[in-house]
């Protein structure tokens, strides 16, 4: 199974994630566990930090959307930062971007979810 490397940096009002890998069906229950277990209670802002993520399939993709529900459910938010090509394209085409915030870079993405 391809392990995805996974850090988190805890800012004021929000929490980054940054995810390295592949996102797929393999670490797929990883990646759940990581923001189970670096998420605040209740759900609060979060980035993540997808630069270093050259593939998403949509496993990676229902991750992130349960995720941004959760948070919206308890008046959080999640905000994408800086996404590669392919997973662009699988934004795009899902039409992921009406429902959670993508952003260019890591610091446009924070400046966001904290005016959020």
Same mark, same amino acid.
């Given at each position: 199974?391809?392990?995805?490397?996974?850090?988190?940096?805890?800012?004021? &009002?929000?929490? *980054?994630?940054?995810?390295?890998?592949?996102?797929?069906?393999?670490?797929?229950?990883?990646?759940?566990?990581?923001?189970?277990?670096?998420?605040?209670?209740?759900?609060?802002?979060?980035?993540?930090?997808?630069?270093? *993520?050259?593939?998403?399939?949509?496993? &990676? $993709?229902?991750?992130?959307?349960?995720?941004?529900?959760?948070? $919206?459910?308890? &008046?959080?938010?999640?905000? $994408?930062?800086?996404?590669?090509?392919?997973?662009?394209? $699988?934004?795009?085409?899902?039409?992921?971007?009406?429902?959670?915030? *993508?952003?260019?870079? *890591?610091?446009?993405?924070?400046?966001?979810?904290?005016?959020?």
């Amino acid at each position: 199974m391809p392990r995805l490397r996974l850090a988190h940096q805890q800012l004021p &009002g929000v929490t *980054v994630i940054a995810v390295i890998g592949e996102m797929d069906a393999a670490n797929r229950a990883q990646l759940e566990a990581y923001i189970a277990e670096v998420q605040p209670a209740p759900p609060g802002r979060l980035v993540f930090d997808l630069s270093e *993520v050259p593939f998403m399939d949509s496993s &990676g $993709l229902h991750v992130l959307l349960t995720c941004a529900t959760n948070c $919206l459910k308890d &008046g959080g938010a999640v905000h $994408l930062a800086a996404v590669q090509h392919m997973p662009a394209r $699988l934004f795009e085409l899902t039409g992921i971007m009406v429902h959670v915030p *993508v952003h260019d870079t *890591v610091e446009d993405a924070i400046t966001a979810a904290l005016a959020s």
